[in-house]
């Protein structure tokens, strides 16, 4: 339980640091809507749309993986425990799976801003600043990837095991 409140306290931390930078970045893309939205297409005020709910949604979707409320301790301690192996599970699937639909989402947005921003530009520019972006985008993926999602999955399969002998071992011990 200890390795459990351990990360609980890192998750939240995590989660009010990526909170407070989504704001910080949907207050810039509100200024560049209001200070550049003159003589773009509405694809302009889609995109950034697109990146402030996208923000939102994933903001939502992270303090869902986030037992923010202590378990009731007049709950037998299985059903608590199952209350955390599904957030787990559901941390587990963010870093797995919500992560990558968000990248491709945002890549989505960030490639139709650029279309628009870059419609008067040069043939090079119109080349250049999509790829670049793409290879930025998806490379920071796969570095975060390989350094920090493995381990906090194996963490995570570590702790849900853990739970899951716990539960196993009340189960047998109650028959």
């Not at 930078?21 to 773009?40: D, E, K, N, P």
């Not at 996208?54 to 923010?68: D, I, Q």
Request: charged share 20%; hydrophobic share 45%; glycine share 2%.
């Amino acid at each position: 339980m200890q390795q459990w409140e351990k990360e609980q306290k890192k998750a939240v931390k995590v989660n009010i640091a990526v909170s407070l930078s989504f704001l910080t970045v949907c207050a810039v893309l509100g200024w560049v809507y209001i200070s550049f939205h003159a003589g773009h297409t509405a694809l302009f005020g889609i995109s950034l749309l697109m990146m402030v709910l996208l923000m939102a949604l994933f903001t939502v979707v992270l303090w869902k993986g986030t037992e923010r409320n202590q378990p009731d301790k007049s709950l037998p301690e299985s059903q608590y425990l199952l209350q955390y192996i599904e957030t787990l599970r559901w941390r587990r699937k963010t870093i797995t799976t919500y992560t990558w639909y968000y990248t491709l989402t945002l890549w989505s947005a960030m490639m139709c801003y650029m279309f628009d921003v870059l419609a008067e530009a040069s043939l090079q520019l119109k080349i250049i600043a999509p790829l670049v972006t793409t290879l930025y985008i998806f490379g920071m993926q796969l570095f975060i990837k390989k350094k920090t999602r493995r381990k906090q999955i194996s963490k995570i399969d570590s702790m849900i095991q853990q739970f899951m002998d716990i539960l196993n071992e009340d189960y047998e011990s109650s028959s």
